[in-house]
């Protein structure tokens, strides 16, 4: 073993140039490796997370996207009270994002500290830096349309309906139940109803409805780190994207149909279109990006592979003399190829570093560094790491193959006569 380190040592320590230039080009191929591998696995992960948020097969569900005069009607109340109330339709629901202002804890005892405390220390994983704690604005009818499971608590009833309620993410699971806050700039009090479970999240409604946010590959919203705020049931607030679900028995056309006969009585714009045609939207604008980004990647990565192999050739062409020695001095091929697979290995070793630094600048640039939903962080921290050990091991038993193969079928006096310099 201490022989074999000795002769790892001296060939890691001859042709630094070569050396360096190798590792440079073991960096660059394990980085295209793992981008152009990581890509498909992102957005297949995209349609898998709305269906997992939603309650329910997304193929049920539909889009109102209202017009510019919904906002401003005076029957814009009424207009989304009648659609909730008609037959064709179960559920309709909408939500939005914001951050919290100032708050504090009715008691003796200082929650809403632990829970600044509590985001600071998560923040950066979820929020890409927001100061304000999180929240998402959800009005009671969207509860049963997103799948929302529950660590701890109670889902909204007829008893609470006038109350104001909080639903905090799993990472403040420590604040009790039941436990009030209040904000005395707008003269509210909300009351802590449940504790979300773990990597629960909605459909983020600006990636989906309008393309924002599509190209960052996240299409949900994880709720770990945030603040559920749930108005009183007859809270007057609207918004130009509501999501519904069609009632059981009555298709897509039929409550379609229904919404448009309402939205001409109240001379309100609105565009209806079911939830999955628009996911295949969004999946198809990022469709295109990755092919682009996939061509690029198959050139680059044919290149790095073509450099890769030519730098260990010719490696192997002006180090043949010494692995003549070694076979002189009594070093076995078969120990001999042990020792090129580990100074291979070494030097991908050394390559995965800067490979990391290259693949995060990358997916810095798509914002996928900061904002992103369980699966994705799975895929990005779990799935890079596995794909550059496993390519980096296939490069290294290429190159080890590759320099073997000069010395396979040689005996030692001819590696050292038919050298070329």
């Known amino acids: 073993m201490r022989n074999s380190f000795f002769y790892i040592k001296k060939r890691l320590r001859g042709c630094k140039r070569i050396l360096f230039l190798n590792i440079l080009t073991i960096s660059i ?7 152009a591998l990581t890509i498909p696995l992102i957005l297949k992960h995209c ?4 269906k997992k948020s939603l309650d329910g097969d997304i193929s049920e569900y539909g889009v109102i996207r209202n017009g510019n005069n919904a906002i401003t009607n005076e029957s814009i109340g009424e207009y989304i009270s009648e659609i909730m109330e008609s037959e064709e339709i179960e559920a309709v629901g909408t939500w939005d994002r914001a951050g919290f202002g100032y708050m504090k804890t009715v008691g003796d005892v200082d929650y809403w500290t632990e829970i600044q405390r509590v985001h600071a220390k998560h923040h950066l994983e979820f929020d890409e830096g927001e100061e304000d704690i999180p929240f998402i604005f959800m009005l009671r009818n ?15 009833t007829e008893e609470t309906s006038d109350e104001w309620l909080l639903y905090l993410g799993y990472n403040y699971r420590t604040i009790p139940l039941n436990t009030l806050f209040s904000n005395e700039d707008n003269g509210m009090t909300y009351r802590v109803m449940g504790i979300m479970d773990k990597n629960t999240s909605v459909v983020d409604e600006q990636a989906v409805l309008w393309n924002l946010g599509g190209l960052k590959y996240s299409c949900t919203i994880c709720l770990d780190n945030m603040v559920m705020v749930i108005p009183p049931k007859d809270y007057n607030y609207h918004s130009e994207n509501y999501f519904f679900r069609c ?4 298709s897509f056309e039929d409550a379609e149909k229904r919404i448009n006969c309402i939205a001409d009585r109240y001379g309100i714009q609105t565009e209806i279109g079911q939830l999955d045609t628009r996911v295949r939207v969004v999946l198809t604008d990022i469709k295109w990006l990755q092919s682009q980004i996939s061509q690029i990647a198959v050139f680059l990565f044919g290149v790095a592979i073509i450099i890769t192999i030519t730098m260990q050739i010719l490696v192997t062409l002006k180090r043949k003399r010494e692995l003549g020695v070694w076979l002189l001095t009594g070093l076995s091929k078969r120990r001999i190829f042990g020792i090129l697979l580990a100074e291979n290995l070494l030097k991908t070793g050394m390559g995965i570093i800067p490979a990391l630094v290259i693949i995060y600048m990358f997916w810095k640039q798509w914002n996928l560094t900061g904002s992103v939903v369980y699966e994705l962080r799975v895929i990005l921290y779990g799935g890079i790491p596995i794909i550059l050990l496993a390519s980096g091991f296939i490069l290294s038993a290429v190159g080890t193959a590759i320099t073997f193969a000069f010395i396979a079928d040689k005996r030692a006096i001819e590696l050292i006569q038919k050298t070329w310099y």
Do not use: D, H, R, V
């Not at 191929?29 to 981008?35: E, P, T, W």
């Open 247 to 250: 009632a059981e028995g009555y």
């Open 142 to 156: 969207a509860f049963s349309i997103n799948k929302i499971n529950l660590y701890a608590g109670g889902k909204p």
């Open 47 to 50: 349609e898998k997370t709305i």
């Open 29 to 35: 191929s394990l980085a295209i490796i793992s981008i």
